[in-house]
């Protein structure tokens, strides 16, 4: 029995776009990855490309402590209460803006210091058979 040999040609690496410059590393490692141990890995072409398009891509989501810090020193206190104070409440980042708040005087938003600093995370809940139903239309 012949040993698995690597199944797409240079050719059609190139065609696809995964040589060159424009590939990122996590494409080009599970290429060669394919390459060194024929037969354990496989993958098509179109799983290659995806993963060479989703390197070149950061995700929107909540920012890092990374990002927060680098974020927090460069904001004025409010920018940074404004850009995070909803931060966890919608998918992807995609939270709200804080426009005003009425408690801004009493109730600070203090910025994460610290080594196991972190940004408050919100979440929504339904809030269901209260006294206010009654009141309220649907």
Request: negative net charge; hydrophobic residues 40%; charged residues 20%.
């Given at each position: 029995m012949d040993p698995p040999t690597f199944e797409f040609t240079e050719?059609?690496?190139?065609?696809?776009?995964?040589?060159?410059?424009?590939?990122?590393?996590?494409?080009?490692?599970?290429?060669?990855?394919?390459?060194?141990?024929?037969?354990?890995?496989?993958?098509?072409?179109?799983?290659l490309q995806c993963i060479s398009l989703s390197g070149h891509h950061k995700d929107p989501g909540s920012p890092t402590l990374s990002d927060m810090s680098a974020v927090s020193s460069n904001l004025s206190q409010?920018?940074?209460?404004?850009?995070f104070y909803y931060n966890g409440i919608a998918r992807h980042g995609n939270h709200p803006e804080l426009v005003y708040r009425s408690d801004f005087l009493t109730t600070p938003f203090l910025n994460p210091v610290g080594r196991h600093a972190h940004i408050p995370?919100?979440?929504?809940?339904?809030?269901?058979d209260t006294p206010l139903n009654g009141h309220c239309r649907s």
């Open positions: 050719a059609e690496l190139n065609d696809a776009g995964l040589l060159g410059d424009g590939v990122c590393e996590a494409a080009t490692q599970a290429i060669a990855t394919m390459k060194e141990h024929q037969g354990l890995l496989k993958s098509s072409l179109f799983t409010y920018e940074y209460e404004r850009t995370v919100k979440s929504l809940h339904g809030v269901f």
